[in-house]
């Protein structure tokens, strides 16, 4: 790395990125998905614990005063809100002070925040846990996805990205098979077993926590924001560690980049940038997160109450049916995410969305006419959701490496806030009126509507998805600070 003294601040010249895309794959790169990966299981168990345990917090004798409309319409809109507000405070600050700061201080929030939910004593005090806990969630979707895809080389980009936003249902699993044994009155109590659930959380949130501190800062946020000397010492680092665990010798790394440091970005700059210089990929994110964002936000928080409405399964075993709809949520960025590096992003995003928005208005015509049972309406689920996971989850991939360096937590705080507040805001308290009412064609609507979402944005992404299969993130945009890149 070289540097000369510019009037605007230090010019440097760095293969940093080059580097690290050019590194195989290693004990190192595992250490970061453990690291920052795994939060993505705290939030399935979240959301997916308060819509399964929705109607034993309503019945007497649970310990509050709240109703199932309550816990999933009000609470679940409140736990969104705090994640799109967390997701805006904390993606600023990410690109203002680094992924690592954030990272660390979002995981904080997010265990205090749960540990005092479990202690709720009232309908006021288990609204507010879940707003804050919903904040240092939102701020993790920010800090995280950043540092992910600066750390991962091009190569597994797309997949590991997708896996690690599909982990989400993996803490699904565990939330649903979690519910059925503390819902279980033989075994703990109606006011104690649900806040068992939530102190599992902050177990868990602890052992993240652990691993979380050793994962460094990313060394392209360093060498922008004038922490190039430690960037290279941390980068030859792990080039040493690599090699050493390879036997090989790492080939060059080419080419350099001169990039003028800086120390933050305002909000004007990241605005013009994203929706003046990018206008095409700003409507592909928005369409993105409003699609998948509708569809589960509106349909998941709902899934328990619509088992026991329509199907008369007890509220205690609605765990299990989740456990297996959640599992096939997870094969499906696992199984299909190679494919979004290989067969590329246009195609499979632009698939994943259209096709699982067909196959959801045929579970809703046939849910409609009455030809479901609790077991095949369970088994539409898992078809419609194994191919949905995989776009929602490249929703996150795609505006995570679409837009340059310096606004990339801004940017993926941005979209998954508008989109979400779009869909998983007004999302939850609308479905949960519609499934509320006992009707079923008031299901069937909201089931249509996520669809038609669903497919929409499938069809926005035929036309302005991007090709960033394996390529450089500094070759997808232009990071700002290069120089003569024109501000």
């Not at 680092?237 to 090989?248: F, K, L, Q």
Request: with cysteine.
């Amino acid at each position: 790395m070289s540097d000369t003294g510019t009037a605007g601040g230090r010019t440097v010249t760095t293969r940093i990125p080059a580097r690290l895309d050019r590194l195989p794959w290693s004990r190192w790169h595992w250490m970061i998905v453990i690291g920052l990966g795994t939060v993505w299981i705290l939030d399935g168990l979240e959301v997916t614990v308060v819509g399964n345990i929705a109607s034993r917090l309503s019945e007497d004798g649970s310990g509050l005063a709240i109703t199932d409309a309550q816990v999933t319409g009000i609470a679940a809109a409140l736990y969104v809100a705090g994640a799109c507000s967390g997701a805006l405070v904390f993606g600023w600050l990410t690109d203002r002070f680094g992924r690592k700061k954030l990272f660390l201080i979002t995981l904080a929030v997010y265990l205090a925040a749960t540990a005092l939910t479990a202690i709720s004593f009232s309908a006021w005090w288990f609204f507010l846990f879940r707003f804050l806990t919903g904040f240092g969630i939102g701020g993790e979707y920010a800090a995280i996805n950043s540092a992910i895809d600066e750390l991962i080389p091009s190569k597994y980009r797309g997949r590991v990205d997708l896996i690690i936003n599909g982990s989400f249902w993996l803490g699904a699993v565990a939330g649903s098979l979690l519910s059925v044994l503390a819902l279980n009155t033989d075994i703990f109590p109606k006011d104690i077993g649900w806040r068992l659930t939530f102190a599992l959380g902050v177990v868990l949130g602890l052992v993240i926590l652990l691993v979380r501190r050793h994962v460094p800062e990313s060394p392209r946020w360093m060498f922008i924001h004038g922490h190039d000397e430690a960037a290279e010492k941390l980068v030859d680092g792990v080039e040493r560690e690599v090699e050493a665990e390879t036997g090989s010798t790492l080939p060059p790394a080419e080419p350099a980049i001169t990039v003028r440091q800086r120390t933050s970005v305002g909000f004007g700059l990241i605005a013009r940038t994203v929706f003046r210089s990018y206008p095409k990929r700003a409507v592909l994110g928005i369409a993105l997160f409003i699609g998948q964002a509708f569809l589960y936000n509106a349909i998941t928080f709902g899934f328990g109450s619509i088992l026991v409405t329509f199907f008369d399964v007890s509220s205690g075993a609605t765990g299990y049916y989740f456990a297996v709809i959640a599992f096939c949520n997870f094969l499906g960025p696992l199984l299909l995410g190679r494919l979004f590096d290989t067969v590329g992003r246009k195609p499979m995003i632009a698939g994943t969305y259209i096709l699982s928005g067909l196959l959801l208005f045929g579970t809703a015509w046939l849910f409609g006419v009455g030809s479901l049972t609790a077991v095949t309406m369970t088994g539409c689920w898992c078809l419609v959701l194994f191919v949905a996971s995989a776009g929602a989850s490249s929703a996150y991939l795609t505006v995570s490496e679409i837009f340059p360096m310096e606004t990339r937590a801004m940017a993926i705080a941005f979209f998954y806030a508008v989109g979400t507040a779009a869909g998983g805001i007004t999302g939850p308290l609308v479905f949960a009126s519609l499934t509320s009412s006992g009707v079923v064609g008031d299901t069937v609507l909201a089931f249509c509507i996520g669809a038609g979402l669903m497919v929409a944005a499938g069809l926005v992404a035929v036309f302005f998805a991007v090709a960033a299969e394996q390529k450089s993130l500094e070759d997808i945009a232009t990071p700002l600070s290069v120089s003569g890149s024109g501000e």
